[in-house]
């Protein structure tokens, strides 16, 4: 069992609005503007004189401190926050240690190749819908994205929360909302709005249903608290997937929203207890296919499966960016197909259930998208007595669509970081669960061992794959115990 450090404790999630109030003639009073028009009668008289299923409210005025009504609309947008841009953090990247030879178990990229593919701006410029939704013919390029924006949320971070304006608070009492869940689905509702804040008050929200749905025409959202230390606003439940039905179902909290999702001074987790349970053991504490997202100063709780870094679909590249964030487990902690990028994170292997021989990263990147986990500028630490932990294998994870399967390779590379003497010395690269058969050795032996695919030119046959060939699991010049020497 995690200790969450989190102050309070709210019961469960699915907890009804505050009931509606009466006025001092026996009818319906008037309630805090919300900025939220309920029913057509709201824009001409201001106030609900019944209920009627929406969110009661006072008169609307469109005035500066209110933000712009949209015309037509009845949706009061609350103003966006001052003071302009701000860089996701002001460390810089982290000093590159020695330079070393490359190795067979341990690949280490040049640095034309390192500094030039392998910034944290390059996975993020383009994404989106891969080739037009159509897979390219053998996972061989080229490949093209529907967006190509050169997204630089390192530049352009979430900002302070000091200068939010909150359209919903979720807290135990005196916001505008106990469930999350629900302060989801009205922010999903105010799509004429550029971006909602929702705020979290300090204390501990435990239960199911924590989603954020997928609606075409949602707003951008920020969930946010304003305390700097993360650790006292706490979103936790305690599924698995043997509980819950699948790995997917025992999220604590899922992101299904399609764009620009931001997050800021939380911790998620996810505290089942392994073995209480017969089946699946993975218990995520997020699972996130939103594209562009963005999360600063969240701490990830967990043990098998913490976070997974998926997206809507095969064919969607779905990109996401960590900063200053805090990740913690002990097998496969952080999973998916979905391309994101650490930047000073802090990777901690929790060594109180398995000591020795857990697992970090279990990409599932399928071949034909160019980035799946870049890690820079990170600290992998670990409780005392770990050993032997290797810094990721790769998740030959069974595709939804047929003809897509066996094109999942798994693409990770870690850079200017500090590695701890917990890692695996000479092999960090885990063949557990590794694939037997690639397209370049297609050919099913009763005794084929399994193979990693360090490059492309380990999975494609000669003359097929991209030249030069493309690095799939690599470091270069990292630091510390068990860096590469």
Not at 161 to 190: C, E, I, K, R, W
Not at 248 to 269: E, G, H, Y
Not at 380 to 398: N, P
Not at 426 to 434: F, H, I, R, V
């Amino acid at each position: 069992m995690k200790d969450l450090r989190a102050i309070g404790h709210f019961g469960g999630w699915l907890v009804a609005l505050v009931a509606l109030g009466t006025g001092a003639c026996g009818g319906p009073a008037a309630k805090p503007d919300t900025g939220v028009q309920d029913a057509p009668a709201d824009q001409q008289q201001g106030t609900d004189v019944a209920p009627d299923g929406g969110v009661e409210d006072a008169a609307v005025t469109d005035d500066a401190a209110d933000g712009p009504v949209d015309a037509g609309s009845g949706i009061d947008c609350a103003p966006g926050p001052t003071g302009g841009p701000m860089p996701a953090g002001t460390a810089p990247q982290q000093a590159a240690g020695p330079t070393v030879a490359t190795s067979a178990t341990r690949p280490e990229l040049s640095a034309a190749v390192a500094d030039g593919q392998y910034t944290i701006q390059k996975p993020l410029a383009k994404g989106w819908t891969i080739n037009g939704g159509s897979p390219p013919d053998g996972g061989v390029g080229p490949v093209t994205y529907m967006d190509n924006d050169n997204w630089d949320p390192q530049a352009n971070g979430i900002g302070d929360p000091a200068t939010f304006t909150p359209m919903f608070t979720v807290a135990a009492s005196g916001g505008t909302h106990t469930s999350l869940y629900n302060a989801f689905l009205d922010a999903n509702n105010m799509g004429v709005c550029g971006r909602v804040y929702i705020r979290i008050m300090p204390g501990e929200y435990r239960g199911p249903g924590m989603q954020l749905p997928s609606k075409t025409s949602a707003p951008a959202i920020t969930l946010y608290s304003t305390e700097s230390d993360a650790s006292k606003t706490v979103i936790v439940n305690n599924l698995a997937g043997a509980t819950a039905g699948s790995m997917t179902n025992s999220a604590t909290l899922t992101i299904k929203a399609l764009r620009n999702f931001q997050m800021k001074n939380l911790t998620v987790a996810n505290d089942y207890v392994e073995g209480s349970a017969t089946g699946n053991q993975s218990a995520v504490a997020m699972l996130l296919q939103a594209d562009r997202s963005q999360f600063e100063n969240v701490r990830f709780i967990g043990n098998i499966g913490t976070l997974y870094i998926k997206s809507s679909v095969e064919l969607v590249k779905a990109r996401s960016y960590f900063r200053d964030c805090y990740i913690e487990g002990d097998q496969d902690f952080i999973v998916g197909r979905g391309t994101a990028v650490f930047d000073h994170c802090e990777i901690k292997y929790v060594a109180s259930r398995m000591p020795t021989g857990g697992n970090i990263g279990y990409p599932s990147t399928l071949v034909f998208n160019d980035y799946g986990f870049l890690f820079d500028s990170c600290n992998f630490t670990a409780e005392a007595g770990a050993s032997g932990v290797t810094l990721g294998r790769q998740w030959m994870e069974e595709s939804d669509t047929v003809s897509l399967r066996g094109l999942s390779v798994g693409k990770m590379i870690v850079r200017n970081s500090t590695l701890g003497a917990h890692l695996a010395g000479a092999a960090p690269w885990s063949l557990t669960g590794a694939r037997t058969t690639t397209p370049k050795n297609p050919d099913v032996d009763a005794g084929q061992p399994p193979v990693l695919v360090y490059t492309s030119d380990d999975f494609f046959p000669t003359g097929v794959g991209p030249t030069p060939a493309e690095p799939y699991l690599g470091e270069y010049r990292n630091t510390g115990a068990d860096a590469h020497q």
